[in-house]
C-alpha cells in the first residue's frame, strides 16, 4: 500500500506543475462539453464533435483505490494506444522514479485516494510532454485518463503578464519547493535563466526583457517582477 509519493515522484511531478496547469487549462477550453467514445485500437477519442489522437495514460478504479499505468493493463500491453504510457515507464526506470515502473499502484493509504491517482496523470502527462490529460468514467468505478498526441490541442506559449499568477498557481499544486516549479517551467518553455540564492533571473523570448523570481527565507515565492534589459551594443 502506498500511502505517500516518493522524493524522486514528488520533485518530477513539481517540475512541470506550472506549465502543467496552464496546459490543462488551455485543453479545457479547447475540448467541448459533450458525450464521449474512444476506439482504441485506432489512438481516437472523441468529445462534443471534436477528434483527437490519444494514447491510454492508466486508468484508476475506485473500488480498491487503485491505479494501473496502461502500459502494464493486460489488454493494452504492447499496443500503440499504450505507447506513450510506455514512455513514462521507462523513464522512470532511466530516473529511479518507482512510480513510473509499479504495474499497479494501491493508492487506498492515501487520505484523498482520488486526487493522488489525479497526480500521477498530472505527472504522467509531464513526462510525457503531452498537451494535457483526460479523466472520462469507463464505468460505474473505473476513471480511464487519455493523453492528447495531437498537434490540434494549443499549446499556451510563455505569457509574461500572466507569468506571475501561473508561477504561483504551479506552486500551489504540490507545495514543496516552488523553485523546482519556476525552473521546471523556463525548462519547458527553453528559456535561459540564472539562478541564485534567493532569486532566480530568466531572459524571456523575443525580447520579453527578464523576469526576476524571489524567494522568502522558507522558499516561498515573494515577488515575480518583470525587468526591461539593457540593449546590447
Not at 165 to 185: C, F, K, M, Q
Amino acid at each position: 500500500m502506498v500511502q505517500t509519493f516518493s522524493d524522486a515522484f514528488l520533485f518530477e511531478a513539481e517540475r512541470h506543475a506550472a506549465w502543467g496547469a496552464a496546459q490543462l487549462e488551455a485543453l479545457m477550453d479547447f475540448l467541448p462539453d459533450g458525450d464521449w467514445s474512444a476506439d482504441l485500437p485506432a489512438c481516437s477519442f472523441r468529445q462534443g464533435g471534436v477528434e483527437l489522437r490519444v494514447g491510454v495514460l492508466g486508468t484508476y478504479d475506485m473500488n480498491d483505490a487503485s491505479w494501473m499505468w496502461g502500459w502494464a493493463n493486460p489488454g493494452l500491453r504492447g499496443t500503440e494506444v499504450a505507447a506513450l504510457a510506455g514512455a513514462v515507464e521507462r523513464y522512470g526506470r532511466a530516473h529511479g522514479i518507482p512510480e513510473f515502473t509499479a504495474e499497479v499502484l494501491d493508492l487506498s493509504g492515501f487520505e484523498d485516494p482520488r486526487r493522488a491517482a489525479e497526480t500521477l496523470a498530472f505527472a504522467g502527462m509531464g513526462v510525457a510532454e503531452a498537451p494535457g490529460y483526460i479523466g472520462a468514467p469507463a464505468g460505474p468505478t473505473t476513471q480511464v485518463y487519455f493523453l492528447p498526441d495531437d498537434p490540434q490541442v494549443p499549446r499556451p506559449a510563455l505569457d509574461p503578464v500572466a507569468l506571475p499568477r501561473t508561477l504561483l498557481t504551479g506552486a500551489g499544486l504540490i507545495g514543496r519547493s516552488p523553485r523546482h516549479v519556476v525552473e521546471g517551467y523556463f525548462d519547458h518553455h527553453g528559456v535561459p535563466y540564472r539562478a541564485e540564492p534567493a532569486r532566480l533571473l530568466a531572459e524571456l523570448p523575443q525580447g520579453g526583457g527578464a523576469a526576476e523570481v524571489s524567494f522568502d527565507s522558507l522558499g516561498r515565492i515573494a515577488g515575480v517582477e518583470l525587468k526591461v534589459l539593457p540593449a546590447r551594443g
